[in-house]
Nanobody, 113 residues
Framework: QVQLVESGGGLVQPGGSLRLSCAASESIFRLGWYRQAPGKQRELVATITSGRSANYRDSVRSRFTISRDNAKNTVYLQMNSLKPEDTAVYYC??????????WGQGTQVTVSS
């Protein structure tokens, strides 16, 4: 079982920045982030493979950057120009080459003035 430990969430004003981190217990093919706002479905934010091929949700592409440090089994999400609509619980996500998925506990990101 892959364990995912997240950090970096918090309260930030609109236009501000946060960096989320997620450390995986072992190397894994795909890492990324989903988010879920109250009353809404969980949605993909960004993912990245071990080869550093990244995908982004269109609404965050110009503002967020996903990266990973394979030596540390850690994925990061740099979030800039945050908007109130980015407010959600952000969940670290992992998927191995067999298609098994793993989830972190979630970290709250609140964007509010």
């Amino acid at each position: 079982q892959v364990q995912l430990v997240e950090s970096g969430g918090g309260l930030v004003q609109p236009g501000g920045s946060l960096r989320l981190s997620c450390a995986a217990s072992e190397s894994i093919f795909r890492l990324g982030w989903y988010r879920q706002a109250p009353g809404k479905q969980r949605e993909l934010v960004a993912t990245i493979t071990s080869g550093r091929s990244a995908n982004y949700r269109d609404s965050v592409r110009s503002r967020f950057t996903i990266s990973r440090d394979n030596a540390k089994n850690t994925v990061y999400l740099q979030m800039n120009s945050l908007k109130p609509e980015d407010t959600a619980v952000y969940y670290c996500y992992a998927r191995n080459l067999l298609g098994y998925e793993f989830w972190g506990q979630g970290t709250q990101v609140t964007v509010s003035s």
